[in-house]
């Protein structure tokens, strides 16, 4: 039998696709706003560094000048900006990355992006030039977007999107199919195995009184012969007697019979 659609079940279900698609749409949006606004801040020409600016292949190159030669408000400016850009990755990427390792694929990522951009810096924007310590910092902001707020929001989000094919707990069970009769041939199965006697074990108290029945009936003595079988014995007794007596008078005969030949004689 097959069960009828809930249609409760339903409405959550569609309810739960709708709430992704806005909200897959919602972070769509935001990732080509704030592609807009990189692209803007980092691909402008700046003729007047031009001579200033020049390429970074050394990690830590550029924060060790930010400390030195900067001062505290433009290294906080300089280092600030490039984490704020990262940022961004951190909350809106996770959404679009597989559960399994979200953090690290959301790291690379970034990186990737981030060193696309610099490259199209370093060989088209007049004014600006390769520096791997940004790539390092737009990671870093990333990461930190990541674990402050993007970590829960999209938890939350693949938690709740993930439920929209299972039953709500208020669908209905399925009725459970009605249980068939058995067959003859169960039936006659069944009645030979209940008819079959079974053996139980002896259980412990009854293997001690039959161990104390056997030790009584050998302490008890033997009965005396019955009657029937003294007369038996009796009746024999006399039978042996009568045989010897025959033999002993049929002996005396033959030695009388021997002498009165020898005197006739």
């Known amino acids: 039998m097959t069960a009828e659609a809930n249609p409760r079940t339903d409405r959550g279900t569609w309810v739960r696709v709708l709430v992704r698609g806005a909200v897959l749409t919602v972070v769509l949006l935001g990732l080509v706003a704030f592609s807009v606004l990189l692209a803007k801040v ?5 003729p007047a560094s031009e001579d200033l600016v020049t390429a970074n292949l050394r990690p830590g190159r550029s924060l060790r000048q930010y400390a030195e030669d900067y001062t505290f408000l433009a290294a906080c400016k300089q280092a600030g900006g490039n984490l704020l850009l990262g940022v961004p990755f951190g909350l809106l990427l996770p959404f679009f ?5 979200r953090m690290i694929r959301t790291t690379l990522l970034t990186a990737v992006a981030m060193a696309v951009v610099e490259l199209i810096q370093g060989a088209l924007v007049e004014g600006r030039a390769f520096d791997v310590d940004d790539v390092i910092l737009n990671t870093a902001g990333a990461l930190l977007g990541y674990f402050v ?3 829960r929001i999209s938890h939350r989000y693949y938690t709740y999107t993930d439920a929209s094919g299972s039953p709500g ?11 068939r009769a058995p067959g003859p041939a169960a039936r006659t199965k069944a009645a030979a195995t209940k008819a079959a006697p079974t053996k139980a074990a002896p259980t412990k108290a009854a ?4 161990a104390r029945t056997k030790a009584g009936q050998r302490d008890r003595p033997k009965p005396a012969a019955s009657a029937p079988a003294k007369k038996r014995g009796a009746r024999t007794g006399r039978t ?5 007596g025959g033999r002993r008078a049929t002996g005396s005969g033959a030695v009388r019979s021997l002498l009165d030949r020898l005197r006739g004689r």
């Not at 980092?42 to 700046?46: E, N």
């Not at 990355?97 to 390792?101: N, Y």
């Not at 293997?207 to 039959?210: D, L, N, V």
């Open 149 to 151: 707020l993007g970590r």
């Open 97 to 101: 990355v597989p559960r399994s390792l």
């Open 42 to 46: 980092t691909l402008t020409p700046s």
């Open 207 to 210: 293997r001690a009184k039959a």
């Open 169 to 179: 707990p208020s669908a209905e069970k399925p009725e459970a199919e009605p249980k």
């Open 240 to 244: 042996d007697g009568a045989a010897s």
